[in-house]
């Protein structure tokens, strides 16, 4: 199975309401794909969602090293940082995404 198959049957699982496999199932992708952007962006938004706000955090970063140029990835390390109570980060992380944006 390709990363996009199994990324996409994280997500079904996500969609099916099952958060918690759905991230197991991307964590396992991104063991055998370390430099999967999309893997390590959904990673932080659902382990947000979860709670799960270092790990978050840790995703959101590494979404932002493999897409220095991508402003939703600020953007979304912005909101992982700020219910991570990082606030300066977070702040960071927003100016760093507007600046993108042009």
Not at 53 to 72: G, I, M, Q, S
Request: glycine share 4%; with cysteine.
């Amino acid at each position: 199975m390709t990363r996009e198959e199994r990324y996409a049957a994280a997500e079904k699982l996500k969609d099916d309401g099952d958060l918690a496999g759905a991230v197991l199932a991307l964590e396992a992708v991104i063991v055998d794909e370390p430099d999967y952007a999309l893997a390590h962006s959904a990673l932080g938004a659902w382990c947000t969602r979860l709670e799960r706000h270092e790990e978050a955090v840790r995703h959101a970063r590494r979404a932002c090293e493999l897409e220095p140029k991508d402003p939703f990835s600020y953007t979304a390390l912005s909101v992982a940082c700020m219910r991570a109570g990082l606030i300066a980060e977070a702040e960071d992380a927003l100016a760093r995404s507007r600046m993108l944006q042009g």
